[in-house]
């Protein structure tokens, strides 16, 4: 079972986080769009100890439904006032002004 954790929030978007047996598995920007929708980007974070990172296509609609009955009840995918685009990938690290630009990056 997934929770989430709003991480982030300003007045046109916002950020959370689903953990799965205490483990973050995947990470959400939602933005509120003047014209009352919102586009969501989804990042699924790749299990390493998984050949298929962890994730199947068949599991992101669950992923997205658990979002979506959460915390957007005056929109939907059906009509059209939602949007996501889903990623698979691996975080990286965290960065802000006081590091280095290269640091931590290959090449």
């Known amino acids: 079972m997934l929770s989430w954790k709003r991480t982030l929030r300003t007045p046109s978007s916002e950020r ?5 047996d205490g483990h973050d598995v995947a990470f959400v920007d939602l933005h ?9 980007t989804v990042v699924l974070l790749r299990d390493p100890s998984q050949k298929d990172g962890g994730w199947t296509e068949a599991q992101v609609p669950d992923l997205l439904a658990s979002l979506d009955e959460d915390y957007l009840p005056d929109v939907d995918l059906a009509s059209g006032d939602l949007t996501y685009t889903v990623v698979l990938g691996d975080v990286v690290g965290s960065y802000n002004a006081s590091i280095s630009p290269d640091f931590g990056l290959p090449g």
Request: no cysteine; charged share 5%.
């Open 16 to 20: 959370f986080i689903a953990a799965r």
């Open 32 to 40: 509120y769009l003047q014209s009352g929708a919102v586009a969501a």
